[in-house]
């Protein structure tokens, strides 16, 4: 869009263009441009489309006009195609078999030229799709109004992926809008053999994934024998061993106290050193 404090830089560039092909635009001129053009496109934008219309080899040739302006635009943006090759869409659409990828405007066209395109007129069908879709775009165009592109589906699913794919490609459709049509993408994983698995895997890991695959292999067998796995089996072995030290304890403190009661006692009294009678 255009806005108002960039009007002398319009007029401007105008001006520059003019001298180029040596003409004087006028403020008339000059208005009728903006009145056209300022819902349309930026300033910085006008700018490159007027650049490649002068470097155009045979529209560069004369003054462009707000129509080449558009043209161009639609071109940058992956925009509307001209009316002979919406035709090679539109004859494609006709085939009910091919998906096609059109805009709006094509399959409004479409819609106008079937009845002809029905009793087997071909020219006649062509001249009436140009015509309504010419219509079409100038009407949109005065609008400000971009191509919407969008699927003809066909029953081909074959063919439709290569179509859907190109679009995305293309820009004309994002794969959010069209990604359900897609096919998923392929995920290859390679397993490595066990050669390379040694190659890779530090010796420490190996150490340790052994010594676990032969613990586990201990705990199946005890298993089988139906004796109980080496875990539960140290924490047995734990536990009747703290029973068989609190057992000493027990009898070693019994042993203490049956010696302390068969020790006689002292009962021999002091003596002082004189006897009285």
């Known amino acids: 869009m255009l806005f108002d404090s960039e009007r002398q830089a319009f007029s401007d560039l105008l001006d520059e263009i003019g001298e180029h092909y040596g003409r004087v635009v006028s403020g008339a001129t000059k208005m009728t441009w903006w009145r056209l053009l300022a819902n349309q496109l930026d300033l910085e934008t006008l700018r490159q489309v007027l650049d490649r219309h002068l470097l155009d080899a045979e529209r560069g040739r004369f003054f462009p006009q707000p129509s080449d302006v558009l043209t161009l635009v639609e071109r940058l943006q992956g925009g509307r195609p001209g ?148 875990v539960a089996e140290r924490r047995e072995n734990r536990a009747a061993r703290e029973r068989e030290r609190f057992a000493q304890l027990k009898r070693d403190a019994l042993a203490k106290l049956e010696r302390r009661r068969n020790t006689p006692a002292d009962t021999t009294a002091p003596t002082n050193g004189s006897e009285t009678g």
């Open 83 to 230: 009316a002979d090759e919406a035709w090679a869409l539109a004859l494609e659409s006709f085939d009910e078999a091919v998906t096609v990828c059109v805009t709006d405007e094509i399959l409004m066209a479409v819609q106008a030229a079937a009845p002809v395109w029905a009793i087997g007129d071909g020219i006649g069908a062509r001249m009436a799709f140009k015509t309504a879709y010419e219509r079409l775009v100038a009407e949109h165009r005065v609008l400000g109004r971009r191509p919407q592109w969008q699927l003809s589906l066909g029953w081909d699913a074959a063919r439709r992926t290569a179509v859907v794919q190109r679009a995305v490609a293309s820009g004309r459709l994002s794969r959010d809008q069209v990604g359900h049509l897609l096919p998923p993408p392929e995920v290859s994983a390679q397993i490595p053999t066990s050669a390379e698995s040694c190659e890779t895997q530090p010796a420490l890991a190996l150490d340790r994934t052994n010594v676990r695959r032969q613990w586990l292999q201990r705990i199946h067998e005890a298993i089988q024998r139906g004796a109980p796995p080496p």
